[in-house]
C-alpha cells in the first residue's frame, strides 16, 4: 500500500470546492492536513466557518486557518452568492452545532511551517485566489524548493473565460497573485476551464450518493449542489440539458489521483495584471524564444491540463464518493 500524499487545501468554499474536499477526504491516496482559506466565493470570515462546518461533519480534525480576505492590489468585490449562495454551500436552511477550533497561524504560516517540516512531501492544491501562495512566498522565497508541487484550479487557454471573455473567475480575483504563483518556479499544474468546462457533473449523481451514504455530510453536500446547479442550468443550455453543474475544483485532486485522463501542455503562463484583458492567463504554446520583457527564457514552465476523458473523470469521481469514508460527526458538547 503506497503512502497516502500530503496536501494542503487552499480554498474559498463554495460548492465545488466541497465537492473537492470531500473527494479529497474520501481518497485513500490522499491526506489533507491542513486547510487554507481564502475570499473569493465567499468572504474569507464564511469560508474558515465552511471549511470548520465540512471537516466536522465528515467527522475530520484538520488545521484550518484563515487565510487572504483581499486581492494584493486591486479592489475586492462582492462574492458571487448568487453561484454558490450567501452562505456558500446553496444556502443551508439550517446548520448543526459543530466541534472544532482554528489553528492561530495564518494560512500563508501555515503553509510555510508544513512545508518546512515536511520537506519535499507537500502537495498544495489551491482552488479559489492565490493570495495565499503569493503571501507564503514573500514569507519563505525558498518554498518552491520544498514543495512536492502545486496544483490549482484557475486559468483558461483556449476556452473563453467565466467572468470576462478571457478570465476565469479565481484568476480575476487575484491577478497579482496569480502571477507570482505563475512564475515562482516550482512544480506547478494548472487545472483551468479548458477541463473543467468538460466535466458536467449531473445533480442526479449528488442524489445517489447522499441517498447510499445517509449521511448529514454527503446530505449537505447534495443541498449545496442543488443550489449550484439550479445556476449552472440555467445560464448554460449543456449543462441544463442533463440538470448539473460544473465540477471545477474537484478536478484539481482528480488529476493528482489520476493522472492519466489528461492531456498535459507544456509552457510558461503569465496574467493580464490590469486592463480589458485582466485576469487573462496567456500561455505560450510555441517552443521559441520571445525576446519580449516577461517572456525570457528564464519564466518556468506550467503543465497545463488541455484535455480530459469526461466519463472516466465522471466514474471516478462517483466511485471515490460512495466509498465507505465518512466519521462520525463531531458535534459540540452541549449541557
Ligand atoms: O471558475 C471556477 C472557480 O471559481 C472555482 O474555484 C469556483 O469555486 C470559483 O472559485
Ligand atoms: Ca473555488
Redo the contacts with the bound molecule.
Keep these: 500500500m503506497s503512502i497516502p500524499r500530503k496536501v494542503i487545501f487552499d480554498t474559498?468554499p463554495?460548492v465545488?470546492?466541497a465537492m473537492a474536499l470531500y473527494y479529497a477526504l474520501a481518497h485513500p491516496g490522499l491526506e489533507v492536513i491542513g486547510i487554507a482559506t481564502t475570499f473569493?466565493?465567499v468572504y474569507v470570515e464564511q469560508a474558515v466557518a465552511n471549511a470548520l462546518y465540512l471537516t466536522a461533519l465528515a467527522g475530520r480534525q484538520i488545521s484550518v486557518t484563515v487565510g487572504m480576505a483581499q486581492p494584493l492590489v486591486k479592489k475586492a468585490e462582492a462574492p458571487p452568492d448568487f453561484i454558490h449562495g450567501a452562505d456558500g454551500l446553496g444556502n443551508l436552511p439550517q446548520r448543526v452545532a459543530t466541534a472544532g477550533a482554528l489553528d492561530p497561524r495564518s494560512s500563508a504560516q501555515f503553509i510555510v511551517d508544513m512545508a518546512r517540516q515536511f520537506p519535499g512531501e507537500i502537495t498544495l492544491v489551491a482552488?479559489?485566489p492565490l493570495g495565499n501562495l503569493a503571501a507564503a512566498l514573500l514569507l519563505a522565497p525558498e518554498l518552491p524548493t520544498l514543495v512536492r508541487e502545486v496544483v490549482l484550479?484557475?486559468g483558461a487557454v483556449l476556452e473563453s473565460g467565466?467572468v470576462s471573455p478571457v478570465a476565469?473567475?479565481?484568476i480575476w480575483n487575484d491577478p497579482h497573485a496569480a502571477d507570482a504563483v505563475f512564475t515562482a518556479g516550482w512544480p506547478l499544474t494548472m487545472v483551468g476551464?479548458d477541463v473543467?468546462h468538460q466535466v458536467i457533473l449531473p445533480l442526479s449523481l449528488f442524489r445517489q450518493i447522499a441517498e447510499h451514504h445517509q449521511h448529514i455530510a454527503t446530505d449537505t453536500l447534495h443541498h449545496a449542489v442543488a443550489f449550484y446547479s439550479g445556476f449552472y442550468s440555467a445560464h448554460d443550455a449543456a449543462v441544463g440539458q442533463i440538470t448539473g453543474c460544473y465540477g471545477?475544483?474537484v478536478l484539481a485532486f482528480v488529476v493528482l489521483t489520476n493522472p492519466e485522463l489528461f492531456t498535459l501542455q507544456a509552457g510558461r503562463v503569465r496574467v493580464a495584471v490590469d486592463g480589458l484583458a485582466q485576469g487573462q492567463t496567456m500561455m505560450q504554446r510555441k517552443a521559441v524564444s520571445y525576446p519580449q520583457h516577461g517572456w525570457h527564457d528564464d519564466i518556468p514552465h506550467t503543465q497545463v491540463c488541455m484535455q480530459v476523458q469526461f466519463e472516466a473523470c465522471k466514474a471516478v469521481i462517483e466511485a471515490t464518493l460512495m466509498r465507505d469514508w465518512m466519521l462520525k460527526p463531531l458535534l459540540a458538547l452541549t449541557e
Design positions: 474559498d463554495g465545488d470546492d473569493g466565493n482552488v479559489g484550479m484557475g467565466n476565469e473567475a479565481n476551464l473543467t471545477h475544483d
